[in-house]
């Protein structure tokens, strides 16, 4: 089975610095796939970036990227220059290939961003 | 712009009422989820359908609650006799096919409400 943790319900970053959201995951598969959805107060889910096991590189998408390090199971979330627009929830996914592929959600880490 | 949609986005029951949402996934996807996202948690898996079929449905609750998607229409999922425990926001992802282990597109949501 596979299991998602995010150690950190709330975080809080000034506008303009840097932040870093934790993920940790659990999965015996080899082939899976690594997520980072925002949930703003809309409540719909953007995704933000994604990561194939597979793949040493970590992703990258303008202002966000992910440090993924595949033997400890970590999956973080760098935010650069933080912008208002950035405070949300922010989930961590994974979902693996093969079986009915579902996207197992940690549960969340609401972001703050001070002007 | 033809994104998953959901409706309703709000509904209020009594207790002991049925609650029905619909999902329509975007155009030419045959493959839904179905998730609950409960106040201040992540999203859970619920149940998984291709059309006329049933995949994976290990995160239905076992009693009141069923879900289908026809060949023609949307999915349904269906909640009989509400309690209040089920006040929650359901979310209706959806994607191409199978081993389609890209992005889920998730629709905006309906929330809930058990009085």
């Known amino acids: 089975a596979q299991t998602v943790t995010q150690s950190q319900p709330e975080m809080s970053v000034q506008e303009a610095e840097t932040v870093t959201l934790s993920c940790t995951y659990d999965?015996?598969?080899?082939?899976?796939?690594l997520f980072w959805y925002k949930q703003p107060p809309s409540r719909q889910m953007i995704l933000v970036i994604r990561?194939?096991?597979?793949?040493?590189q970590n992703a990258t998408e303008n202002r966000f990227s992910v440090n993924f390090q595949k033997a400890a199971k970590s999956f973080s979330l760098k935010i650069s220059d933080s912008q208002l627009g950035d405070a949300a929830m922010y989930f961590c996914?994974?979902?693996?290939?093969?079986?009915?592929?579902?996207?197992?959600f940690g549960k969340g880490t609401k972001l703050t961003v001070n002007p | 712009n033809a994104g998953v949609m959901q409706n309703p986005r709000h509904l209020v029951r009594r207790r002991g009422q049925e609650a029905r949402l619909r999902c329509s996934p975007m155009?030419?996807?045959?493959?839904v989820y179905w998730y609950r996202q409960l106040p201040e948690e992540g999203l859970k898996f619920m149940v998984y359908l291709q059309k006329e079929n049933i995949i994976d449905e290990s995160g239905m609750p076992k009693e009141r609650f069923s879900a289908e998607f026809p060949k023609e229409g949307p999915s349904i999922l269906r909640i009989q006799q509400v309690v209040r425990g089920d006040s929650a926001a359901y979310f209706c992802?959806?994607?191409?096919?199978?081993?389609?282990?890209?992005?889920?597109?998730f629709g905006e949501g309906s929330r809930l409400t058990v009085l």
């Open positions: 992802a959806s994607q191409a096919g199978w081993q389609d282990t890209g992005e889920l597109f």
């Open positions: 996914a994974s979902r693996t290939q093969g079986g009915s592929e579902k996207l197992v």
């Open positions: 999965t015996s598969e080899s082939d899976y796939y």
């Open positions: 155009k030419g996807h045959s493959h």
């Open positions: 990561q194939e096991a597979y793949k040493q």
